[in-house]
């Protein structure tokens, strides 16, 4: 999907000024703490994935996306998938309380706080078995195909269309851009280096690596 949320490589948007790492803290305000223990506490339920919870962040308006800081657009997110999923009506989400009874199958998901901290150090394997044949090796040339689609993808726009070698093989691996239709798919994922005056202009030295999924890549013969 092509959208506000992959700026990657694009120009005119200014300069990047982070704060200190030593300033820096991990929440701003105490609604943020709160915001991600939501997001943490109902993705537990089991309802959707990763690639899903990206997706419905990505499908703000682009206005939206570029005025919302980082916990809003987490929020937004997470009010899609409560309502796509059937797990809260708008007026829930509008007043606070509950109007739809919990499942029982939810109930049952739940997680107490002396849980949660194990469950987020174990986390969830992503790789996974294909019957896909391998077609690239470390050394190959490739070429990220030049694609616009209106699911969820990793693969940034500002590489699409351009050629670089495999650096690294990873084995397979679950495919975000099914995975965001809800679909358990297997693929093998490499790490593809890029030289920056492939990229951008041709003084650039720098060489830029990037993860993608073979379904992304084509041979450069």
Known sequence: MNGAHDLG???????????AESEEPVFHAEWEKRAMGLMLATGFLGEWNIDMSRFARERQHPADYLTNSYYETWLVGLEKLLLENNLADAKEIATGKMTIPAADRLTQKRVSPDQVAGILQKGGPANMPTDVPQDFKPGDRVRVKLFTKRGHTRAPQYVRGHEGVIHEYYGSHIFPDESSKGN?????LYNVAFKGSELWEAENKSTVHIDLWQDYLEPVS
């Open 9 to 19: 490589g694009v120009d005119g948007l200014g300069s990047i000024n982070p704060e």
């Open 184 to 188: 358990r798919v297997g693929t093998h």
